[in-house]
């Protein structure tokens, strides 16, 4: 009946490298004797710019040397991304050259959900300032003797009031859930993600339930997330894009129907530069 046919696997919070050890352990042997491509998103889990660590120190080298590398998805938040690097993240240079550091570590995609600005801004909850989640991922190039590609993307979203608690779980659950709805398509994933938290979030927030959060509330925003804030490519000297197609008759699409704007973002084309123009420009 496949109960043991597994796709995926997703760990979180863990309290010693043991466990650690012990995780690393199943997805090895799932990969070796059912699934040689089983993805693994993991969440490493250390620690918060408030609270410091809440797991021990020596977890770092565990997951820098054992757990990173096997992972396929990992999403650390600023302060977790500053220890596995060794860098200060202060700004989105610094988010994206973090990425690349965890990216050489083994996984495709790195997810960093938490980086905090000082714009103003009001959700109707009299909270200042936002907050960017920024996501990196890997384009593995085929071709002879040529790099694969890094393309990078971030989300603004205004800062909610309040203390939640399983947030970093909730997210890695979503983003799992959606990169497996969206497999070929992961900035949508990736904005799905982030809808859904920040949806759940704001509800949360507005009952005034502290750390409990609304997922039963929320199911339509689970399952149908409403993008309010879309995710906008980094600009990149390398192109996304990996083919082409003219649709002179209108086969595959309905008229009217292609988004613009969105296909700007995808790409990282500012508005009113010539589309064609830039793709051109991108291209090898």
């Known amino acids: 009946n496949s109960v043991f046919d597994y796709d995926y696997v997703l760990s979180g919070y863990a309290r010693s490298s043991e466990l650690l050890e012990r995780v690393a352990g199943i997805v090895n042997d799932l990969r070796s004797s059912q699934k040689p491509n089983l993805q693994y998103f993991l969440n490493p889990v250390l620690g918060d710019e408030t609270r410091g ?6 977890l770092v080298e565990t997951y820098r040397s054992l757990m990173i590398p096997l992972a396929n998805v990992i999403t650390p938040n600023r302060f977790e991304a500053e ?6 993240v202060r700004s989105l240079k610094d988010a994206v ?9 083994g996984p495709e995609v790195v997810v960093l959900t938490s980086l905090d600005h000082d714009d103003d801004d009001d959700d109707g909850l ?7 989640v920024i996501a990196s991922t890997v384009i593995k190039n085929t071709s002879n003797n040529k790099e694969n590609k890094i393309h990078a993307y971030h989300i603004q979203l205004p800062k909610l009031s309040g203390r939640f608690t399983g947030c970093g779980d909730l997210f890695m659950a979503c983003l799992l859930g959606n990169m497996h709805r969206h497999s070929n398509d992961f900035p949508t994933a990736f904005e ?13 927030a507005k009952h005034k339930i502290d750390g409990e959060l609304r997922l ?14 879309p995710a906008e490519a980094f600009p990149t000297e390398t192109s996304p894009i990996t083919g082409i197609i003219f649709d002179m008759d209108g086969t595959l699409t309905y008229p009217g129907s292609i988004d613009f704007a969105l296909m700007r973002r995808r790409i990282g084309i500012p508005p009113g ?8 420009r991108l291209l090898p």
């Open 273 to 280: 530069h010539d589309i064609l123009s830039d793709i051109k």
């Open 53 to 58: 660590f809440y797991v021990p120190a020596d």
């Open 97 to 105: 050259e973090a990425c690349e550091v965890l990216h050489s570590m």
């Open 216 to 229: 039963v509330q929320s199911r339509d925003d689970i399952v149908r997330p409403e993008v309010r804030f």
């Open 192 to 204: 799905h993600s982030c809808a859904s938290v920040h949806s759940i979030l704001h509800r949360t």
């Open 126 to 132: 009299k909270v200042k300032g936002t907050i960017s």
């Open 83 to 88: 220890v596995l690097t060794g860098m200060k």
